[in-house]
């Protein structure tokens, strides 16, 4: 396997990282050294040449080989690596606006979403308790790859090439799957074509998560209507680009509780989506105290947050409970969620690798 | 854990009560306060918001087991 990147020198593994801090190739933390063999064992469960282009990053294009690169320095195993190739390949979608996104004085970042059986065979890939913490190493990994993609392809640097006033957590790393067993919920990736069968990631730009809390009551019949205003109440809070500038997707991540009271109402995924959308609204009059972005009517009325139900990304996930959440968009809504297959094929021995 | 751990240092017979999925949270936090012994009832996961006659009937059902576990007849 012919690797094309520049090879450096080093003593010893602890030299080699200091290199790699010096040279502004992590994101802050260890990284794993990308050796030849360690890149060529996380190339060895997908069947495409290292010098495949799979998108471009800003000044960057992303090969597979660059791509392994960065998934090994975040520690991914190569059972990971099909979905950071999705991950990458869906950023590399015009409709995402990765360069808006990387330069940006907001603090967004990319969530990758994965849906269908990649969930396993590529993880596993948490979507319960903690999805969204620590612990989970293929979450954990899978995000921080993209990241460091964004980095080191893109040229993604603080102060530089991104542009974040403040940037969040979220952008170390954010990947989660879909609790698609406890969701009542057709599973997000179908509401974009896909058999459930197949799997796919889905990006979003958006901001850190928002706390939802919600105490549901099986004997409260209007238990459905306080998790759709708490929820839309969180989409349209003062600060989020969505109510300054109206527009923007956003990401609500129900927990299975909060799923199964909505449908148990008799809300389908596109209900939630229409009420959510029709609820995220603020009165003019608050509008003119708040948001300085935005043409406000004169003649009143409410201001919505959303362009429309399509601004939404529903997913079901985290711990069963009273918390679900919700990211608020970025950009001035300039970007779209995008979506890109996961393609892999395990039925050779990975070559080269420690047991699991 | 902890409220059960503060009953029974101040002499108070105390029985915690745990929803099956904080199981091992329970025991990692009664580890924690030192007092890896303190009798707990678990509850089927979740009670919180299931309803007034669900909560009465777990309340039912779990009641004699946790009486037997202040009076010491139970482990």
């Not at chain 1, 995924?269 to 300085?292: F, H, I, N, Q």
């Amino acid at each position: 396997m012919k690797l094309r990147a520049t090879r450096h020198q080093a003593p010893d593994e602890a030299s080699a990282l200091e290199l790699f801090h010096l040279r502004e190739w992590t994101d802050g933390l260890p990284v794993i050294i990308p050796t030849e063999a360690r890149v060529e064992s996380m190339l060895a469960g997908v069947e495409l040449e290292p010098d495949i282009i799979v998108g471009q990053i800003g000044p960057g294009e992303a090969t597979v080989e660059k791509i392994a690169i960065n998934a090994v320095m975040a520690g991914c195993r190569p059972e990971h690596f099909p979905v950071v190739l999705a991950a990458v390949r869906a950023v590399g979608d015009p409709e995402f606006d990765i360069d808006n996104m990387q330069s940006t004085t907001h603090g967004m970042g990319p969530v990758i979403i994965v849906n269908g059986p990649a969930r396993e065979v590529c993880g596993p890939i948490a979507s319960g308790w903690g999805a969204l913490g620590p612990g989970h190493r293929a979450n954990a990994s899978i995000g921080r790859a993209l990241r460091l993609c964004l980095m080191n392809i893109g040229g993604a640097r603080p102060g530089h090439g991104d542009m974040a006033a403040l940037g969040q957590p979220g952008k170390f790393t954010c990947c989660l799957a879909e609790d698609e067993e406890g969701s009542p919920f057709p599973p997000l990736h179908t509401s974009f074509g896909y058999e459930a069968e197949q799997s796919a990631v889905t990006l979003v730009g958006v901001d850190a998560p928002h706390s939802v809390m919600m105490q549901t009551n099986d004997d409260d019949p209007e238990a459905h209507e306080r998790i759709l205003r708490v929820v839309a109440g969180a989409i349209a809070i003062p600060g989020a680009n969505n109510t300054q500038i109206g527009k923007g997707p956003v990401i609500v991540a129900l927990n299975p509780v909060h799923a199964g009271v909505l449908a148990s109402a008799g809300l389908g995924r596109d209900d939630v989506l229409d009420e959510l959308t029709r609820r995220a609204v603020t009165p003019s009059a608050t509008m003119r105290g708040w948001a300085t972005k935005r043409r406000i009517p004169d003649g009143g009325g409410d201001l919505p947050a959303l362009r429309g139900p399509e601004d939404i990304v529903l997913i079901v996930a985290g711990g069963s409970g009273m918390y679900s959440a919700v990211f608020s968009g970025g950009l001035a809504g300039s970007t779209h969620p995008v979506h890109a297959p996961v393609e892999f094929d395990f039925s050779c021995e990975l070559p080269g690798l420690p047991p699991v | 854990m902890r409220d059960g751990a503060i009953f029974a240092r101040a002499g108070l017979p105390a029985v915690a009560i745990v929803t099956e999925a904080f199981v091992e949270l329970a025991a990692f936090t009664a580890e924690a306060v030192g007092m890896p012994a303190i009798p707990r009832c678990v509850l089927p996961h979740p009670c919180s918001g299931t309803g007034d006659e669900n909560l009465a009937r777990v309340a039912r059902e779990a009641a004699p087991g946790i009486i037997e576990l202040i009076e010491g007849r139970r482990l």
